[in-house]
């Protein structure tokens, strides 16, 4: 079995080489959790000292509080401030520390986490703590009261004398807006704000910035459609606001919760419809229509349709607190003009995973990263524009894993001045005319155990004409494959041109004899559930399901 360990422990570590100084042995804090997900835990690791080579790794093992054995997650992340952006400075002062995440752990579960720090020039030392997940919200108030409304003057005067516990239905009908809800619920008992059915009971403002103004927390709004606004739903300083189960439509803008600082949103299992792209436009006019934006720390985001958006899912500036622990998960972006997703402005542990990006200019941005860790893996990326991956403004930090992306035209396209601190291990990637240019700088990074498609020319920092120089001449791809035909079960029709809608392919699973089954590297918490001698390639392991994008109506 192949295993990742010597290859990215020294990425992780960022080890270069720094020429003579004092080395000192590590000296780190206590172990700091990002607030919780429903399934993922957030870690830093303060450095306070020492490490002046770079060469301490920490190995993360995690077990259900009550369990016997460990298991294992990927290894932190040493965050680089040396190496960050600076064409896009950090909002915020980024620290010394290892960070990282733990993936796919049971809701509202509390979690041993022990770190295991190995320097040569110090020995081994350990941190433990103790952290739970959150749960999946609530469907009702632990103490409901209901109270019914059938008019938009019913519901105003509903939401100013709202208290915790309040369940606010909506009769079936039109209810013409905006409205604001300005009041809190509890953890125990939220305030619901839910439709008579999510069709047939319709908010619309017509010419109005938004259809509903939520500045409350635990607020919930769900079961309803919302549309004729230039945003459907804005979120200003709010916690634990839950958006689930409804229909945004005929807007230029979805869901904004990019104000203030909020923090734990879940977002989830809504369809979203703009009207501010024209398809296929992916020029610079589209790229301020947003489909569901956010910035602060703790949000979920997952199980959205989107479709006729310029950025469809993603990130903002920060201005209050910074862009920490959040989880894109199962979202379907349909068609855009500008980016599947940007996970822009970063700092860390922010994860993307099992997504669907489709007939976009951009699959996945990173344009930057501050520090991270960042993560994008198992995500399905088809017919962009221009590239899978955006790279631009100096990202560092991130980890890009077990996703295919195919298109036409290059394989993969980068242009910029630096990418740095980051691994790309057991992708597909998947283009019709040529390879791979990408012309930044590299520093401090591993790309290998990927399978690439066509064969033809090779940038990375250096030209190699073809595959076999690259795997044969470069530090890049030492263990990767080039793709021989067939790939998958069911072929894959590649558009000659992006102008040509491609609908989702039917199915990724590979093909019994294709050389991407067992070509990957284990990657612990990642691809634990492997079969065979070791992980294959790209976003599905033969043998397994495929996953569910979008909504779950």
Known sequence: MKMLWPILLLVLAGCRLIGPLAVHPISVGPIEFDPSTIESIGISLPILGGDEDYDAVVRVSYRVVGATSWKTALPLQRVRPDMLSRAVPSTFPIAEQFAGSIFNLRPDSAYEVKLTIEDPDEGETTRMGLVRTRAVPRDLPLSPHVVQVDSAETLVSALAQ??????????????????????????????????????????????????????????????LT???????????????????????????????????????????????EGRGVVWPDTSNRTWDYEGIVVTGTGHV???????????????????????????????????????????????????????????????????????????????????????????????????ILHNTSIRSGWAWLQYGELVSNFTFFNNLTIGT?????????????????????????????????????????????????????????????????????????????????????DAGVRLPNINDDYRGEAPDLGVLERGHGLAQYGVRW
């Open 162 to 223: 709202a208290a915790p516990g309040d369940v606010i239905t909506l009769a079936k009908g039109h209810y013409h807006g905006p409205f604001t809800v300005d009041r809190s619920g509890t953890a125990a008992d939220p305030i619901i704000i839910k439709g008579g059915g999510r069709e047939a009971t319709v908010i619309e403002s017509p010419g109005a910035d938004y259809g509903v103004l939520i500045t409350g927390s635990h607020v919930h709004l769900q079961d």
């Open 226 to 272: 919302i549309g004729l606004s230039a945003w459907g739903i804005k979120l200003v300083n709010t916690d634990e606001v839950v958006i689930h189960r409804t229909h945004i439509r005929d807007v230029k803008y979805g869901i904004n919760a990019r104000s203030g600082g909020n923090r734990n949103a879940y977002i989830c299992d809504n369809l979203l």
């Open 301 to 399: 985001i997952c199980h959205n349709t989107l479709a006729g958006f310029g950025d469809a899912l993603g990130l903002s500036q920060p201005t209050v607190i910074p862009n920490r622990a959040i989880d894109f998960y199962g979202n379907d972006v349909v068609w855009g003009g500008d980016d599947g997703i940007e996970l822009d402005y970063s700092e860390r542990n922010v994860r993307a995973f099992r997504n669907r990006f489709g007939n976009v200019a951009m699959g996945i941005s990173f344009q930057p990263i501050w520090g991270g860790p960042v993560y994008a893996f198992r995500n399905v990326i088809f017919n962009t524009a221009t590239a899978p991956y955006k790279l631009n403004q100096e990202p560092s930090g991130f980890f």
């Open 433 to 517: 005319e040529n390879a791979v240019y990408m012309t930044p700088a590299i520093e401090a990074a591993a790309i290998d155990y990927n399978g690439w498609s066509p064969d033809g020319e090779f940038k990375f920092d250096y030209t190699w004409t073809g595959f076999s120089s690259l795997h044969r001449e470069s530090p890049y791809e030492r263990h990767g494959r080039l793709l021989t035909a067939p790939v998958f079960d069911q072929p894959v029709i590649q558009p000659t041109r992006f102008e040509s809608f491609m609908p989702p392919p039917l199915s990724l699973t590979l093909h019994a004899s294709s050389n991407a089954i």
